[in-house]
Structure formats: C-alpha cells, structure tokens
Nanobody
Framework: QVQLVESGGGLVQNGGSLRLSCVAS????????MGWFRQAPGKDREIVAAITDIGITYYTRSVKGRFTISRDNAKNTVYLQMNSLKPEDTAVYYC???????????????????WGQGTQVTVSS
C-alpha cells in the first residue's frame, strides 16, 4: 500500500499560480503511475493530469497549457504546477498512485489504487 501526503494548496487570485506536491511512501515510487484529480462542490471527481512511470503525461483539456505534472523519483514526489489559475479551477485536489506503471486513455479513477487526503485550491475572481 502507498501513503500519499499532499501540500501546496491555498487561496490565490485569478491568474495566479500554485504548485502542489505529493510525497509517496510504501512502494517503489518509480514503478507506478501518478495522477492528480479534483472535485468541486456538487461535481464528480475528475482527472486533471497523470504521468506514467516513464514520464508520459496526460492533461484534461481544460488545463492544457496551464498546468504541468512532473515527478522526482529521487524524492518520491509528484508535482502539479498550476499557472494562469481561474475561478473554475477551485476544488479539492487529490493525489493518486496507480495500480501499475501506466493508465488507460483517458485515465480514470479505476487506474489508481491509493489516494491522498486532498488539498483545497481556491481561486478568487
């Protein structure tokens, strides 16, 4: 089992930036895919971005060109750099560890077996 701890959320103005971090422990980090999901009030949880064990990335359309997912295997950490934030990006963001090195296309929650506790991101207009 993998334990995941997110950090980096907060309140930011429209157009601002935040970087989320997620530290993993409990399995060989480099061997599995990682993902970021988000859930806004009253909405379903949705995939934001994902990265395979070899660095292949996926972004949902609404964040392409604004968000960047990356991983540092030496630090057991995955990042989500979020630029040009919009009020519609407001949500609780969850880090997830994959069941394997890859994921389906597009990635879904079924591709991931371990979840963090979530971190709140609020973008004010």
């Amino acid at each position: 089992q993998v334990q995941l701890v997110e950090s980096g959320g907060g309140l930011v103005q429209n157009g601002g930036s935040l970087r989320l971090s997620c530290v993993a422990s409990g399995r060989t980090f480099r061997s599995y895919a990682m993902g970021w999901f988000r859930q806004a009030p009253g909405k379903d949880r949705e995939i934001v971005a994902a990265i395979t064990d070899i660095g292949i990335t996926y972004y949902t359309r609404s964040v392409k060109g604004r968000f960047t997912i990356s991983r540092d295997n030496a630090k057991n950490t995955v990042y989500l750099q979020m630029n040009s934030l919009k009020p519609e990006d407001t949500a609780v963001y969850y880090c997830a560890a994959g069941a394997s090195g890859g994921y389906s296309y597009p990635p879904t929650a079924r591709d991931f077996r371990s979840w963090g506790q979530g971190t709140q991101v609020t973008v004010s207009s």
